[in-house]
């Protein structure tokens, strides 16, 4: 009797312990997993913001802008569906949204964008040269395509890929734009059980 309890407890164990180190992830993977580019930058606040602050939490870093039509706002319609369905472990996780749009993005606008989604969204934006470097270093693009006649006069074509970081500042998956929930729930789930 002790040897069947004894073998199923070792089955369930190795079936538990197999389970964590064999998930495949659902988004594109960054092989091999690489350190994330320091941001340094200007919170929605309007005080100064370290990516270091962040160590021991899964962060989720995009790039966009507080005019954007359609992509923003699903993205952080999303994210915000994503910490609902990660409950109790929300709390193991950042999102930080950084303006491609500094010139009309000031912190107050920005803080006015994300706290129609989720007030615990860290929202960056910064001196034109600081931007750049981390727009590089993400491989964010951008680019001003006027919109005469528009009251906007002009818009952000934008890279819409989320970049997911684990607990150690390693730069580990790409979420693509409109990637299933549940999905994303899942990698961001291993990420924090890591």
Known sequence: ????????????????????????????????????????????????????TLDGKVTLVFFGYTNCPDICPATLSDLQLVKQRLGERADKLAIVFITVDPERDTPERLKRFVGLYDTTVIALTG?????????????????????????????MDHTSTITAIDKTGLRRLLVGFGAPIDDVVADISALIAE
């Open 1 to 52: 009797m002790h040897t069947i309890r004894a073998w199923f407890i070792a089955v369930i164990t190795l079936f538990f312990l197999g389970g964590c180190t064999n998930y495949t992830f659902k988004s594109a993977v960054i092989e091999p997993p690489d350190a994330a580019f320091p941001i340094v930058l200007t919170d929605q606040n309007g005080d100064a913001f370290s990516s270091s």
């Open 127 to 155: 001196q034109p040269d600081a931007l750049a470097s981390v727009y590089q270093a993400y491989g964010a693009g951008a680019q001003r395509r006027e919109t005469p006649g528009s009251a906007l006069v002009y818009a």
